[in-house]
């Protein structure tokens, strides 16, 4: 059965060639990659249009009407909750949708469930907001500013928020334990991008952490992780 995805002003600008499919709008940024390390280990069948964020794309119109806060990544389920289409922003509201959908990287039991949405959250709220900000102090315009004071802030934060995670994982391989969940989905990026990308192992003192490190090198040997990592790329 053909699928329409016409109401939606989006596919204006980036059409569906496979209509059937989830449309991801996205670009292969920690918080984009989020979702397309997901889909990776899913193995659902998805189609990848890339949203130039560093062209303005999005904020343009075609996304807006999608994702009015004008942030990747976004998606379009055709076969969303009762059989219809459905237009869903925010990684972590990605990532949970997802996992509830499909029934897998989130645990059944419901105080297990519950505490991995709370360590997603933790990524969302804490993870993602302060290591973004050590990128744009240490390594991008903010590096330039006279006032070092803001660089400190957020390393210091940044530290301590390593400093969780850290002593979490002291208790088995991943975030929930014995289980590799969203809660790993959506840090794993983030983590790396903070050591690889925004070059700041050393102004973190990565290495001070070895629960962290083990993690992390367990999460990127993962091959569906190493996929997704490059999806969107430019």
């Known amino acids: ?6 109401d939606f002003p989006i596919t204006q ?3 569906a060639t496979h209509p059937e499919r989830l449309q991801l709008y996205s670009l292969n940024t920690p918080n ?3 979702v397309s390390i997901l889909l990776e280990e899913l193995g659902l069948p998805y189609e990848a249009h890339l949203v130039d964020i560093l062209k303005g794309e999005s904020k343009s119109p075609a996304f807006a009407s999608l994702n009015p806060n004008g942030k990747i990544p976004a998606i379009i389920d055709p076969g969303g909750p009762g059989g219809k289409p459905l237009a869903l922003a925010e990684s972590g509201a990605i990532l949970h949708y997802l996992a509830e959908k499909t029934g897998r990287f989130i645990p059944q ?3 297990r469930r519950w505490e991995t949405i709370q360590w997603l959250h933790f990524q969302m709220s804490g ?3 302060m290591f973004g900000q050590v990128g744009f102090f240490h390594k ?8 070092k004071r803001p660089l400190e802030r957020y ?14 994982l002291a208790d088995g391989p ?5 289980d590799y969940t969203i809660a790993d989905i959506a840090t794993l990026g983030w983590v790396n991008n903070l050591i690889t990308f925004y070059d700041a192992r050393e102004l973190v003192g990565f290495d001070d952490y070895p629960n962290l490190a083990a993690w992390l090198e367990r999460g990127m040997s993962r091959p569906a992780v190493q996929r997704g990592l490059k999806i969107p790329s430019r």
């Open 140 to 147: 991008f315009a903010g590096r330039d500013y006279e006032d």
């Open 174 to 178: 991943w975030i929930m334990g014995e």
């Open 155 to 168: 390393v210091a934060e940044s530290k301590r928020l390593l400093g969780i995670l850290d002593a979490r």
């Open 127 to 129: 993870v993602g907001p």
């Open 1 to 6: 059965m053909a699928v329409d995805l016409s």
């Open 13 to 15: 600008r980036w059409p």
């Open 32 to 34: 984009g990659v989020k």
């Open 109 to 111: 039991d419901p105080a």
